[in-house]
């Protein structure tokens, strides 16, 4: 399967300011498939090391003598290891911590190897008390599921993609482009992003089998958890992840989990759990100005999942949907609103972690509330989701009438493609072009 970080490591590999590369995000989102394939692709030989698979392997970092890894290393794997020539890929790298600091040491003493290091987790690794992260010796990029692009590459959907970038603020999609795009768009929602269960879509496989996959890595995420955190703080991480696909959406409220544990436990594991990627806080922002992050407050926010085919299968979706027009009326604004957060992940700089926001005004009068917030140029834009052709928009019509720095707010719904009034409309299946036309809107208006 194609996918977005392959450029992205391309560019890492030639790149004159290359420092060894940590490739973060949950488990099961194609980080080691993507790794190898680009060391196959792109060096004359790749030497894995896979510290879950051999953990004795870890005693190669004892010391910090790169050198001396390296020569282990050689011996160890039967591999030629050899600057310029090799991509040493460091997989499941949380087992190993030693191996994450020694990253540092690769890049101030031989800077000429190509080094990345991947985990699911590895968050929870470096929590440790005596671990201190290399910063500013190593570069970090963040994976995500496959973005609904993505999907359509994965199905061989290539030239619905070209089609989408081609279209025009003044073009009118054709209703066989359109409906098709529905139909795919209908199937990710439930299938998801996640590489094993697209895969096995792609291959036919059906998709009650396809949710028996997917129960499969929920649960393993939970037992993950385990291996990492201590029995009284594991019931808390299953606590917070089983409820977090009910929540997707909402104001978060600790006491929504369950009334009868303290909210302190609970927001420690929440917090875990958003560290290693398995569920984002959608943060309240005052929406006065970019950068959005420096007007946050952290004590109202929503979340999203880690991936809208696992929300669904959690909430007992039933395959059958897939044939039916108003899918996205059942949790209509929940999925909706997973599906384009979602999105925002996958399309962003992979390099940043900037997270996800939303504004509200929260009073008695005249309450006001819009799904998220995004920075487009330094431009705070607000964004409503409709899961459906309709809706109202009064609270972005407030937020525009009261911020002068949003000239244009964005609504993702199934309407068309249009622009009017400042409100600029997108097809919940072309979010992946936001960006080009929220420009060409800005344009419009001179």
Same mark, same amino acid.
């Given at each position: 399967?194609?996918r977005k970080?392959?450029?992205?490591l391309?560019?890492w590999?030639?790149?004159?300011?290359?420092?060894?590369l940590?490739v973060r995000?949950?488990?099961?989102?194609?980080?080691t498939?993507?790794?190898?394939?680009?060391g196959?692709t792109?060096?004359?030989?790749?030497?894995?090391?896979?510290?879950?698979?051999k953990?004795?392997?870890?005693?190669?970092?004892?010391?910090?003598d790169?050198?001396?890894i390296?020569?282990?290393?050689?011996v160890?794997t039967?591999?030629?290891?050899?600057?310029?020539?090799t991509?040493?890929?460091?997989?499941?790298?949380?087992?190993?911590?030693?191996?994450?600091?020694?990253?540092?040491?690769?890049?101030?003493?031989?800077?000429?190897l190509h080094?990345v290091?991947?985990?699911?987790?590895?968050?929870?690794?470096?929590?440790?008390?005596?671990?201190?992260m290399?910063?500013?010796?190593?570069?970090?990029i963040?994976?995500?599921?496959?973005?609904?692009?993505?999907?359509?590459q994965a199905?061989?959907?290539?030239?619905l993609?070209e089609?989408?970038?081609?279209?025009?603020?003044s073009?009118r999609?054709?209703?066989?482009?359109a409906?098709?795009?529905?139909?795919?768009?209908?199937?990710?929602?439930?299938?998801?992003?996640?590489? =094993?269960a $697209?895969?096995?879509?792609?291959?036919? !496989?059906?998709?009650? %089998?396809?949710q028996h996959? &997917? +129960?499969?890595?929920?649960?393993?995420?939970?037992?993950?958890?385990?291996?990492?955190?201590?029995?009284?703080?594991h019931?808390?991480l299953?606590?917070?992840?089983?409820?977090?696909?009910k929540?997707?959406?909402?104001?978060?409220?600790?006491?929504?989990?369950?009334?009868?544990?303290?909210?302190?436990?609970?927001?420690?594991?929440?917090?875990?759990?958003?560290?290693?990627?398995c569920i984002?806080?959608?943060?309240?922002?005052s929406?006065?100005?970019s950068?959005?992050? =420096?007007? $946050?407050?952290?004590?109202k926010?929503k !979340?999203?999942?880690? %991936?809208?085919?696992l929300? &669904? +299968?959690?909430?007992?979706?039933?395959?059958?949907?897939?044939?039916?027009?108003?899918i996205?009326?059942?949790?209509?604004?929940?999925i909706a609103?997973?599906?384009?957060g979602?999105?925002?992940?996958?399309?962003?700089?992979?390099?940043?972690?900037?997270?996800?926001?939303?504004?509200?005004?929260?009073?008695?009068?005249?309450?006001?509330?819009?799904?998220?917030?995004?920075?487009?140029e330094?431009?705070?834009?607000p964004?409503?989701?409709?899961?459906?052709?309709?809706?109202?928009l009064?609270?972005?019509r407030?937020?525009?009438?009261?911020?002068?720095?949003s000239p244009?707010?964005?609504r993702?719904?199934?309407?068309d493609?249009?622009?009017?009034d400042?409100?600029?409309?997108?097809?919940?299946?072309?979010?992946n072009?936001?960006?080009?036309?929220?420009?060409?809107c800005?344009?419009?208006?001179?």
């Amino acid at each position: 399967m194609k996918r977005k970080i392959s450029d992205i490591l391309h560019n890492w590999k030639n790149s004159p300011i290359r420092q060894p590369l940590l490739v973060r995000g949950a488990r099961q989102v194609g980080k080691t498939y993507s790794v190898t394939e680009f060391g196959k692709t792109e060096f004359d030989n790749v030497v894995v090391v896979n510290f879950e698979e051999k953990p004795d392997i870890g005693k190669c970092f004892s010391d910090f003598d790169t050198k001396g890894i390296i020569d282990k290393l050689s011996v160890l794997t039967r591999s030629d290891i050899r600057p310029g020539h090799t991509l040493l890929f460091l997989d499941e790298i949380q087992e190993c911590p030693k191996a994450i600091s020694s990253l540092r040491y690769f890049y101030e003493k031989m800077p000429e190897l190509h080094v990345v290091g991947a985990g699911s987790l590895i968050e929870f690794a470096l929590r440790s008390e005596n671990f201190r992260m290399p910063v500013g010796r190593i570069q970090s990029i963040f994976m995500h599921p496959l973005s609904f692009e993505e999907f359509l590459q994965a199905l061989g959907e290539d030239k619905l993609v070209e089609f989408i970038y081609s279209v025009e603020l003044s073009s009118r999609i054709h209703d066989g482009f359109a409906k098709r795009l529905e139909q795919l768009l209908r199937q990710y929602l439930l299938v998801g992003g996640m590489p =094993a269960a $697209v895969k096995a879509f792609a291959n036919g !496989i059906a998709l009650n %089998d396809i949710q028996h996959l &997917q +129960n499969g890595i929920f649960r393993t995420f939970a037992d993950d958890f385990s291996k990492y955190a201590t029995t009284a703080k594991h019931k808390y991480l299953r606590e917070v992840y089983t409820s977090a696909p009910k929540m997707a959406g909402q104001r978060y409220k600790y006491s929504h989990i369950n009334p009868n544990i303290e909210s302190k436990f609970l927001k420690d594991a929440l917090e875990l759990l958003c560290s290693s990627r398995c569920i984002t806080k959608v943060c309240h922002t005052s929406g006065s100005g970019s950068p959005l992050q =420096a007007s $946050v407050n952290e004590r109202k926010f929503k !979340i999203i999942f880690l %991936d809208v085919g696992l929300m &669904q +299968n959690a909430l007992g979706a039933q395959a059958s949907l897939i044939h039916d027009q108003p899918i996205l009326q059942t949790n209509a604004g929940n999925i909706a609103e997973q599906f384009v957060g979602q999105e925002h992940q996958a399309y962003g700089d992979p390099y940043h972690d900037p997270g996800l926001f939303f504004w509200a005004r929260d009073a008695r009068s005249s309450s006001a509330e819009v799904d998220y917030l995004i920075d487009i140029e330094g431009r705070p834009v607000p964004v409503e989701v409709k899961a459906g052709a309709t809706g109202s928009l009064k609270s972005m019509r407030f937020f525009l009438d009261s911020y002068t720095g949003s000239p244009v707010g964005l609504r993702y719904s199934m309407h068309d493609l249009s622009f009017c009034d400042n409100i600029l409309s997108i097809p919940l299946y072309m979010i992946n072009q936001t960006h080009r036309l929220f420009k060409n809107c800005l344009q419009l208006k001179g």
